[in-house]
């Protein structure tokens, strides 16, 4: 399905265009139609799911033409389905539930990450001693059960046959500083080269730690980047920081974030000496500490 989010940020771009081709403000339009500017404001921000309702008034008080307003209606409508997601409420974590929507609709995902492997490529083990770590800071916004079952969902739709292309760069950090049992982890990276062997749009690029990585700063933290199949849906990428998770949709924002991961990508290691520098990882592990797969 399209993305709710993807279409709500598209939706409230479009309503903001119509009003300023007008020369009419956010306070002239709210005053026109009876609204508080802040309504206005919330639907041209992409706050919550619209209401169509709100939406046919705005357009009408902007006089949009029938052939604009049809579409618009449309774009409207699509911007409040539900997905799978919802079904989990907040029970499954806000922060998953965002990323859900944004890949239900995506036509390719690539991501960077410097400290930890990606959810979507966690066993279930991992996820649950990652659980754990999350538990020992305090308290979560998730239910530990529902949000495991929302993962591994999540594993389903991005890497089933007809998928979106994923594209993965894992710090090599990551597989230096095990936070987890070491069986865990050697059983999370055996994981990982099965899942790319068996999955034909699943790739995975170590970015080794004695690499030179020269003409831009290195990233602190994971990003996302996301494309989708229609043309008028605007790339978007996702920063994922300790509290939060920030949307960029602006150009020139998303594109200094793709030139971050091309030239991380040209520095990495190949899709297939990446897994075979993962195999080499696991198989030292298993020698230093003497645990079986």
């Given at each position: 399905m399209v993305s709710p989010f993807v279409r709500r940020h598209r939706l409230a771009a479009e309503l903001r265009t119509l009003r300023e081709e007008r020369e009419m403000t956010a306070d002239e339009l709210a005053k026109r139609i009876h609204y508080s500017r802040t309504k206005i404001s919330r639907l041209e921000n992409a706050?919550?799911?619209?209401?169509?309702?709100?939406?046919?008034?705005i357009l009408d008080a902007l006089g949009v033409p029938n052939d604009q307003w049809t579409r618009m209606i449309r774009l409207a409508t699509a911007a409040t389905e539900r997905g799978w997601?919802?079904?989990?409420?907040?029970?499954?974590?806000p922060r998953q539930r965002l990323?859900?929507?944004?890949?239900?609709?995506?036509?390719?995902?690539?991501?960077?990450?410097?400290?930890?492997?990606?959810?979507?490529?966690?066993?279930?083990?991992?996820?649950?001693?990652?659980?754990?770590?999350?538990?020992?800071?305090?308290?979560?916004?998730?239910?530990?059960?529902?949000m495991t079952k929302a993962r591994?969902?999540?594993?389903?739709?991005?890497?089933?046959?007809?998928?979106?292309r994923y594209d993965f760069i894992l710090d090599e950090v990551v597989l230096r500083r095990i936070i987890?049992?070491?069986?865990i982890f050697v059983a999370q990276v055996r994981h990982i080269v099965r899942a790319v062997t068996e999955a034909p749009h699943l790739t995975v690029q170590l970015l080794p730690v004695d690499v030179r990585v020269?003409?831009?700063?290195?990233?602190?933290?994971?990003?996302?980047?996301?494309?989708?199949?229609?043309?008028?849906?605007?790339?978007?990428?996702?920063?994922?920081?300790?509290?939060?998770?920030?949307?960029?949709i602006?150009?020139?924002?998303?594109?200094?974030?793709?030139?971050r991961y091309d030239h991380l990508s040209?520095?990495?290691?190949?899709?297939?000496?990446?897994?075979?520098?993962?195999?080499?990882?696991?198989?030292?592990?298993?020698?230093?500490?003497?645990?079986?797969?």
């Open positions: 706050y919550g799911r619209p209401d169509v309702g709100d939406v046919v008034k997601w919802d079904t989990y409420g907040d029970a499954m974590g990323y859900a929507d944004i890949e239900s609709g995506a036509e390719t995902i690539r991501g960077y990450s410097p400290s930890s492997i990606p959810g979507v490529l966690q066993t279930p083990e991992m996820i649950a001693a990652m659980v754990d770590l999350a538990k020992a800071e305090g308290s979560t916004d998730f239910a530990p059960a529902k591994l969902r999540r594993q389903e739709q991005i890497l089933r046959p007809d998928g979106p987890v049992p070491e069986e020269q003409g831009y700063l290195l990233p602190t933290v994971p990003f996302f980047l996301y494309t989708f199949p229609d043309a008028d849906d605007p790339p978007m990428t996702v920063v994922d920081t300790v509290t939060a998770d920030i949307v960029h602006e150009p020139q924002d998303v594109e200094r974030y793709t030139r040209g520095a990495a290691l190949s899709p297939e000496a990446s897994l075979a520098r993962l195999n080499e990882v696991a198989d030292q592990l298993i020698k230093q500490t003497g645990s079986g797969e």
